[in-house]
């Protein structure tokens, strides 16, 4: 069975920086995109930053020049570097993968992990 363990959630301070792994374990040949969402109480879950088997990238306008996505194909894991965190960017987040292959030739669409908090405080 696929899943997607995130991790490297925690307290920070504004300012300061935190990391996010998502791996991906079970059968699986290859995945197409993986990406970060998050969602902050009340809100509606929205897009992080999200990036491709090719490494192409995509960031929300709110985490540009502060957030960095980035990918290790061998090891079906995708990270979020975030700095100069804001209290406004507390939520949960939540790693996606789309397009995942398994090894048994089943291609699963839009797949979730269980979320990791992450809080900062003012």
């Known amino acids: 069975q696929v899943q997607l363990v995130e991790s490297g959630g925690g307290l920070v301070q504004a300012g300061g920086s935190l990391r996010l792994s998502c791996a991906a374990s079970g059968s699986i040949f290859s995945i197409n995109a993986m990406g970060w969402y998050r969602q902050a109480p009340g809100k509606q879950r929205e897009l992080v930053a999200r990036?491709?088997?090719?490494?192409?990238?995509n960031y929300a306008d709110s985490v540009k020049g502060r957030f960095t996505i980035s990918r290790d194909n061998a090891k079906n894991t995708v990270y979020l570097q975030m700095n100069s965190l804001k209290p406004e960017d507390t939520a949960v987040y939540y790693c996606?993968?789309?397009?995942?292959?398994?090894?048994?030739?089943?291609?699963?669409?839009?797949?979730w992990g269980q979320g990791t908090q992450v809080t900062v405080s003012s």
């Open positions: 996606n993968a789309d397009g995942l292959m398994t090894g048994y030739g089943q291609i699963l669409y839009d797949y």
């Open positions: 990036i491709t088997s090719g490494r192409s990238t």
